[in-house]
Every structure is written in C-alpha cells, then in structure tokens.
C-alpha cells in the first residue's frame, strides 16, 4: 500500500513538472470579480479586467502553462467563456 502512495505521489508530482515547469509557464491575471483572464500594462504596471473594467486589489496573478491561457482565448473567441474561480491558499 505504501508502495502505491509513493507511485500516486509520483505520477501525480511527474504530470505537474511536465504542465507547470518543463512546459511553458506564464503568468496571467484573473479578476476576482467575473473570474476571468484579465491583462497586466507592463508600462504602467497596472492589471486591467478587460470586462468589468476592474483593475488593482480585484486582479491575481497566477501560473498557467501557456497552451492554457491559449486555450481559455481560443475558447473565449467561439464565445465559450472558462471561469477561475479562485480561492485563498
Ligand atoms: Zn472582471
């Protein structure tokens, strides 16, 4: 049994190394208000919801790989909207 835990612990730390660190993390803002993907003004340091018009204290910043954030935009644009809903670690 223990075997089995250390396999599960295994596969599941294997597949989150592939995703998030040998893949192509990024960085991208969400709004806690509608819950989605936002952009940052790398000039003027600012995050913006591109929806409710939000920005400041109502963004996060998180890691997605970046096929993700493709995905949620490719999605986006066939007017199929992916919510995060994000919660406190
Ligand atoms: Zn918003």
């Known amino acids: 049994m223990e075997r089995d835990c250390l396999i599960a612990h295994g596969v599941s730390m294997v597949i989150s190394e592939r995703m998030m660190l040998s893949s192509d993390p990024y960085e991208?803002?969400?709004?806690?208000?509608?819950?989605?993907?936002?952009y940052h003004n790398y000039k003027s340091g600012i995050s913006?919801?591109?929806?409710?018009?939000?920005?400041?204290?109502?963004?996060?910043?998180?890691?997605?790989?970046?096929?993700?954030?493709?995905?949620?935009?490719?999605?986006?644009?066939?007017?199929?909207?992916?919510?995060?809903?994000l919660t406190e670690a």
Request: charged share 20%; with cysteine; aromatic share 4%.
């Open 28 to 38: 991208v803002q969400v709004c806690r208000q509608c819950d989605l993907l936002g």
């Open 48 to 85: 913006t919801c591109s929806m409710c018009k939000k920005s400041g204290h109502n963004m996060c910043t998180i890691k997605l790989p970046y096929a993700t954030k493709l995905l949620f935009q490719e999605l986006q644009s066939m007017n199929i909207v992916l919510r995060l809903k």
